[in-house]
């Protein structure tokens, strides 16, 4: 890891374009120590979440027309669901300064270079990342300064990307606390299809399930929830827009996975089905291994 | 709730076939306060166990032999996995004394009444129980007293179960701690199928479809599995051959509740392939539903 810049603010204007839980972290960060940036500027969807971001103290200044918002910043992050990014990145590139960094937070990598790449002005710079980072709540009152704390954050440069621009978000993620890791937008989406997008699709669907059983066994779904289906509801309270868009954006990989999946369990229920025990002790000590990795990993 | 019988013991001498978590965490209850049993005698599949369990000091006596266990015994309490109880009723039914209860922990309700209650003698009552709680570990070192506390236990007698029986059950995992309802064995199928039995078999699925991934990507679930699916490995340590035998012992509930997942999984991949983002977002919606309702209920 190369010797920390000086701790002076990394840009003179950040503007966070959406403020949900992870802009609004990153904002509490920002404003809090002031290494980032020496302003912060929220922009959002409404003016009530912009009037709740003054409320809260996390933004020098809101800006309801994202365009207006991004005048003269040298950092913009887009903090937006993914479907979003597209609309946006037109709304803002004509007011882009030069030199201007345009990175993200968004769960999925692919979809952010195909839909904001090509809009991104000559003379401007975009460094694609995601902070691996989240809680299921959602809003700019569930962000926290600590989000960030020991968690990674992926960089997926474009090949050509501008080396001190990915060397300023590095930093910026650093001083936010994250591990912060480069990687192929392909190779990200496909890791992150499993280990979190094919599970909250999991959790969602479960979820649905219980929700359309009749009546009764509804209700005893919540007494006896303990039992197991409790933990899978966690993740399934997250924000219903922002995982549509991320399925939405992550369709290849997240096929496949859940496709893999699919076929897993089919072969489970099949032994169920015809009564084979050896097959269905194997899975289940295949399925421990990666748990007990976890535990050496301290990961858990 | 009618008034607590006096704190004498419920039973003179309590046998525990088989003494893993639930089995040492009732032993423990038991030598604890001696309000169930006045002797507490275990019963192992192996003497390695048997000694561990002297060694810890939760039983007073250990015997290999399990019809020389029951032997005396006005409470037998089965605490094997479930695909070991045919067995174990066999070896132990024509040691049983007139008067003794046999009872059990199992967590499918239907195949111990079919395995179990043609094997009990004349005499002997049989009341089929399922305390539903347990962690992920398991063996007499998994035990502790709490883990009944304020969890409920299921009983499910077949009719014509004497009275005096099921009180006295009742009675036993009150004193455990546990908050005790009466359910009939299908239902109780049917309901524990989806908190339970279909969350696990999806847990283990999914480790094992991560730990089928190529070599690279393996290593990256483990990273940043704390993005979803760390949330999914918890349940999915739970030991092997007790959720061998669950899963065999309740396939058509279970079959029924996995079918039903998977056409609502079918028909989220149908959407995401397709774009369909109002398909996707409902369901989310739908399923956060159940969510909200444990949160009020004060279940998370």
Redesign the interface.
Known sequence: MPEPLSQRPLFKRLVLVGIGLIGSSVARIAMEKREIAAEVVATARTQATLDRVMQLGIADRAELDPGRAVEGADCVMLCAPV?AYAALAEAIAPHLAPGCIVTDVGSTKQSVIRDVGPLIPAGVHFVPAHP???TEYSGPDAGFATLFQG??CLLTPPPGTDDAAVEAITELWRRCGSMVETMEPAHHD???A????????????????????EGE?RQ??????????????????SD??M??DI??NN?EA??E??????E???A??RA??W?D?GF??D????????????IE?K??
Chains 1, 2 share one sequence.
């Open positions: 479907g691996v980072a989240g968690r990674w496909r890791v992150l499993i280990v979190s997008h094919l599970p909250h699709l999991i959790a969602f669907t479960i979820c649905n399930t219980a929700e359309g059983l066994s005893e779904v919540l007494k006896f929830s303990a039992s197991g289906f409790r933990d899978f509801t966690r993740i399934a309270a219903p827009v995982w549509r399925f939405l369709r997240l096929l996975m859940l496709a893999r999946f699919m897993d369990a089919q489970m229920a169920v089905r009564g025990p269905i002790e899975s289940i000590e295949r399925g421990r291994v990666i748990r007990q990795s976890l990993l990961q858990v």
